[in-house]
């Protein structure tokens, strides 16, 4: 960083100094970032969605570590050597500005953009995993198609909870969410009435749900775990109330479960409607 | 009048305007229903509630609404209710309304009750029709939803102003929840009978003290 | 009495007692006329309505009210009889201009330097009610649970404040500083719609107050964004946010074209392009933004109230409709309002900086690129607010790419700081600690705002109080920041009384203390899943929580302090200030103070531009009174 001055070099000031102490400062920060932080950046990595918003997010942070460093140093460091003392006014050098300098900044930002740009873009379409979409609702149809024999759970959402459908088993519904390790999971997320946004914090799912669409996200749980459900966008009174936990649990546990939600909501099934991927319950006109 | 003492009046008559503005925004937002303590005997509470198609007075006679008897047995407007923790808590709901029909079906069960059933009238229910869910009486973080049938159409001498007494049509759904560790969860009603609001979910289906509410759960 | 053309106009009220002249007081009471009619008619219609009358409430009604209660209003204030008389061939009245005392606050003045000073004492009003509001919040939000407040109240709190925030508090900068200082910057004598401009400030207050009613039909639910089909159910409280809504935009479109205008028309000779001061073009990229982006939420907004009142279904999916519809409508003006209100605050800063680094702005076209690179381009990146709503996920690469490219610009306005901070002779007063504070915030804020581009990012961030953290950090820390290095800079000149200079240094550090302290770990909170705008939390979060609490308490505290040093030194203490007390090249400080009537006695010739420190043969930034040209006005 070296800006030049109107009586000639720079020699007068400590420019190496500063540059060194930003050189060992970022090195530090971005170190931090890399091994310290990265352990704790959401969401975590119990599936390649969220270990890949998690490296998004580590990548992002390190990236931007020397440029904070940088212009954090640069204001310290002009602050306090070109501070005036008392009360006298002196004008300083009238410098006007510097091509060169200007068009490697811009030069500079640009490219900074562009990798990160590209960056997001690759990590959007490809993923460890080939699940495409990094966990967020992807519309009607996934980015890339799920792997034969994939669980479809659709997400109904309601004022002010969501309740969870499998399609491949009877269509049942349940009120809590179970899911299969090591299966690919289709989450359909649709709502019965307002926006709300369904959010498996440990999973790295985040789909809004919207009436009258099936917003679409897939993810394959690795973990036994349970795990965080949260409305993520704001649906009416209860909304800081709509969360629960749903649970990852082995094949074998799975495959129990659902035959026991099955015989429990045997008398109720008949009455749900047929699976469908969006749902148009009358809106109850406005004469009730 | 000084020009000093006409800015003194002026800004001593801003600054009261704006104290009532910020007294007025105030006691709004502190507002909240009061809480109904449940009855308790042999280690049993008892909550009773009555279910109204309309309130029938001010601010909002055409809002439907819950009501909750309290130790004076006198109906009070408030859903707020105080139950003991680690206990069984029978709930009765005397409903005045006719049905209007579940949105999501899958609350035509009941869930999460004492012997997995409810009675209607004194008769188990284990299924509704979901078309004559009147409303449902569910608390999620507890997984209990129970399904509350309406009262014909054409009955004879339905309610129309609260409180509503037994000579009036009604159902009666008694149903017992056990309770666990102390907390304050919240119960909704599940039904869209919030009529002329779209999807039925607007006024009362979303303020406090009409069709939502508290189950304080106390040590 | 038809107007005959050169003929002076005059007021035909000067000689009743100021009361009964068009004044506020008058205005309210046209208001409450205006709304009991409109409530009426509004009645009458909407109990021939079938899905109206099945309930009791009535938005036909409250529109109505609404309506005729602002058509009252401005009728009180006076604001109708210049159009009516010049529709009807009279003479219209003399504009109040001249008057002194404290009556021309009261009244549709149109005198630039009156407005700006009612924008600042009007908006601070709403600043510190909305302020309130986050403290109710916070309170709220001390424990996990049980909530403090009733959930419906708890979320029209927060709806108040964002609404308040986002309506009233985003003309901060241009309201006070851009009406009482681009006339002033670029040597004219007025605005160049002066009863427009009147107009606009009285949209203002009269739209808080209209927000703030919504308390009395059962609040609204949405936050500040709106979004149905939450805002079809909401009670008539939404009809209030609809409607202030409205009205705030439409002062928006009003005041950018009367600033587009005055700006691009009436500067004084010699003001070429490149000797516009930075907040000037501030100003012009600002309104730029509320042109184009103010209309569309115009159209979202009328499409929201004909849904709540006239039965269409714009918005509802099983009749047809779309929500996405309002979502992409309500972002694309959004966005470029959070630009709104950034820009304003870089155009503060830019053109306090040169002032107390007594050096020129370093990099000049480059930050007004920066300006005008920001405007454009915040019109480019409305869906990164929709990158897991499922809106065809293909074009969220573009978007991506568009929302990082808005960092370039942006950068360019800290290279045009860093550039001016290089080798110069900083003086750290009030104003400068307030601008060199805002680029610390807004750096946090605005590489806090990559994470959010980013779509893998943004998944594990978005709707949370990551999102939360970041956009305070640009408008708090910007916005606000900003407004107080200006306050804190041209109060001086606006009102000739000096603040204390100690109280403001101790407003200052307290408040970009608690202000981070308050925020900082907000991001950290959203990192670790907490959604926007619950009541209820994780038990496991509160000790995070609690500290954003009593900081932001304690950031309420320092406001606190500031109103002490406004009343001090404004009440008390009343040391006039120099004309020139910042000893600034900007043409604003070369008029006397208090500022004539007409700011100039003969329209100035710009000889130079206003950041020539330094340069010993720069000719005065101006010739002002007839004067002698100096011999060096070479370009």
């Known amino acids: 960083m070296s800006l030049p001055s109107s009586t000639g070099g720079n020699s007068d000031l400590p420019l190496r100094r500063v540059a060194v102490i930003w050189l060992v400062l970022s090195v530090i920060g971005v170190l931090a970032v890399l091994f310290g932080l990265e352990p704790h950046m959401p969401p975590g990595a119990d599936t390649a969605q969220a270990h890949e918003q998690r490296i998004a997010n580590t990548a992002i942070a390190a990236i931007l570590m020397p440029i904070t460093i940088g212009v954090l140093v640069y204001f310290v460091f002009a602050l306090t050597t070109f501070r005036q003392r008392g009360d006298v006014v002196v004008d300083g050098p009238p410098i006007h500005g510097d091509s060169r300098l200007q068009a490697t900044w811009v030069l500079g930002t640009v490219a900074i953009v562009l990798v990160l740009a590209a960056y997001g873009t690759y990590a959007l379409f490809t993923t460890e995993s080939n699940a495409a979409g990094s966990g967020g609702g992807q519309g009607p149809t996934l980015i890339s198609s799920a792997p034969a024999g994939s669980l479809q759970v659709q997400v109904v959402s309601q004022q002010w909870e969501f309740t969870y459908r499998y399609p491949q088993y009877g269509g049942v519904e349940t009120t809590e969410l179970a899911l299969p390790a090591g299966r690919t999971v289709v989450f359909h997320v649709t709502s019965l009435d307002v926006i709300h946004s369904f959010w498996a914090y440990q999973l790295g799912v985040k789909v809004d749900a919207v009436p009258g669409t099936d917003n679409v996200a897939d993810v394959t749980p690795k973990k036994v775990e349970s795990f965080t459900v949260r409305c993520a966008e704001l649906c009416g009174v209860w909304h800081g109330a709509m969360s629960g936990t749903g649970q990852v649990m082995s094949a074998s546990d799975f495959a129990a479960w659902i035959a026991q939600q099955q015989t429990a909501a045997a008398p109720v099934i008949k009455a749900l409607p047929p699976y469908h991927t969006i749902y148009y319950p009358d809106p109850v006109g406005r004469a009730g | ?219 | 009495m038809t107007l005959r053309p050169g003929e002076p106009v005059e007021s035909v009220h000067a000689s009743r007692s100021p009361w009964l002249r068009p004044n506020v007081f008058t205005g309210v009471v046209g208001a409450a006329i205006g709304f009991i009619i409109g409530v009426w008619i509004g009645h009458r219609v909407g109990t021939h309505l079938d899905w109206v009358s099945a309930i009791d409430q009535n938005d036909v009604s409250v529109f109505g009210g609404y309506a005729f209660g602002t058509i009252g209003y401005l009728a009180g204030l006076g604001m109708l009889e210049y159009p009516l008389r010049r529709m009807l061939g009279r003479r219209p009245v003399n504009v109040i201009k001249g008057e002194r005392g404290i009556w021309r606050y009261l009244t549709a003045n149109t005198d630039h330097k009156v407005i700006g000073l009612q924008y600042l004492w009007g908006i601070g009003v709403f600043f510190f009610i909305a302020g309130l509001n986050a403290m109710l919040i916070r309170t709220n939000l001390l424990r996990p649970s049980p909530p403090v407040f009733s959930p419906g109240q708890y979320l029209t709190i927060v709806g108040l404040h964002g609404s308040m925030m986002v309506m009233m508090v985003s003309s901060i900068i241009l309201g006070p500083f851009g009406h009482y200082l681009v006339p002033l910057m670029i040597g004219a004598r007025r605005m160049a719609f002066p009863r427009i401009e009147a107009l606009t400030f009285w949209l203002t207050p009269l739209s808080g107050v209209i927000l703030m009613s919504a308390i009395s039909y059962g609040g609204f639910p949405t936050g500040w964004t709106g979004y149905p089909p939450l805002a079809l159910q909401a009670n008539a409280g939404m009809d209030a946010y609809i409607f202030a809504f409205f009205l705030v935009a439409v002062a928006m479109v009003l005041n950018a074209i009367n600033l587009m205008v005055t700006i691009i028309t009436m500067r004084a000779p010699g003001l070429t392009w490149n000797r516009l001061p930075i907040f000037v073009w501030s100003m012009l990229a600002t309104s730029v933004l509320m042109l184009l982006g103010a209309p569309v939420l115009i159209a979202g907004l009328l499409m929201e109230s004909l849904d709540r009142t006239a039965s269409t279904s714009f918005f509802i999916a099983a009749n047809g409709g779309s929500p996405f519809l309002f979502e992409n409508l309500f972002w694309f003006f959004g966005h470029p309002e959070v630009y709104v209100l950034a820009l304003p605050g870089f155009g503060v800063v830019l053109e306090i900086l040169p002032v107390f680094a007594r050096k020129p702005l370093w990099g000049y076209r480059v930050a007004v690129s920066g300006l005008l690179g920001v405007a454009l381009l915040s019109f480019m990146v409305w869906q990164h607010h929709l990158f897991v709503s499922g809106i065809n996920s293909n074009l969220r690469p573009f978007y991506m790419l568009t929302t990082e490219l808005i960092s370039v610009p942006t950068g360019f306005v800290f290279l045009a700081a860093m550039g001016t901070l290089w080798r110069a002779r900083i003086r750290y007063t009030v104003p400068m600690l307030f601008s060199l504070a805002f680029f610390f915030n807004f750096l946090i804020g605005g590489l806090s705002g990559v994470f959010l581009s980013d779509v893998p990012s943004d998944v594990s961030l978005h709707g949370s109080y990551f999102v939360m953290a970041h956009f305070h950090y640009t408008i708090m820390g910007g916005l606000i920041f900003a407004f107080f290095a200006g306050l804190y800079y041209w109060l001086p000149k606006m009102n000739g009384l000096e603040l204390d200079e100690r109280l403001g240094k101790l407003h200052f550090w307290t408040m970009f203390i608690s202000f981070n302290s308050t925020f900082l770990p907000l991001f950290a909170l959203g990192m670790m899943g907490m959604p926007r705008r619950v009541n209820t939390y994780a038990p496991h979060l509160q000790f995070l929580n609690d500290w954003a609490s009593v900081s932001a308490f304690a950031l309420g505290g320092s406001m606190l302090i500031f109103l002490a040093n406004l009343v001090w030194s404004l009440a008390f203490a009343r040391r006039p200030a120099a004309s020139n007390p910042w000893q600034s090249r900007g043409l604003e400080w070369q008029v006397p103070t208090p500022v004539p009537l007409e700011n100039f006695d003969e329209v100035p010739t710009i000889l130079a531009g206003p950041y020539e420190y330094g340069d010993a043969q720069a000719p005065p930034v101006a010739r002002l009174g007839g004067g002698p040209i100096p011999a060096t006005a070479g370009d």
Request: with cysteine; glycine share 10%.
């Open chain 2, 1 to 219: 009048m000084t020009r000093r003492n006409r800015i003194v009046t002026l800004v001593a008559g801003g600054a009261v305007s704006v104290a009532l503005m910020v007294w007025y925004v105030l006691s709004w937002v502190v507002s909240f229903p009061s809480t109904v303590r449940a009855e308790t005997s042999n280690g049993t509470a008892s909550v009773t509630f009555q279910t109204v198609a309309s309130y029938g007075h001010q601010p909002h006679p055409d809002w439907v609404s819950y009501l909750t008897l309290n130790a004076q047995h006198q109906w009070v407007h408030s859903t707020v209710v105080e139950v003991p923790a680690n206990s069984l808590v029978t709930i009765t709901i005397e409903n005045y309304d006719g049905a209007s029909g579940l949105r999501n079906p899958l609350w035509s069960q009941p869930r999460g009750v004492v012997g997995g059933t409810e009675t209607v009238d004194g008769k188990p229910l284990t299924v509704l029709n979901p078309d004559d869910a009147s409303h449902t009486f569910a608390i999620p973080d507890m997984g209990v939803s129970i399904e509350v049938p309406g009262v014909a159409d054409d009955a004879p001498n339905q309610c129309t102003v609260t409180p509503c007494d037994h000579s009036m049509a009604h159902r009666t759904i008694v149903f017992t929840i056990r309770t666990g560790k102390p907390g304050h969860y919240r119960w909704q009603c599940f039904v869209p009978c919030a009529a002329g609001f779209p999807n039925g979910f607007g006024g009362p289906m979303q303020t406090m003290g009409w069709m939502d509410g508290y189950l304080n759960v106390t040590a």
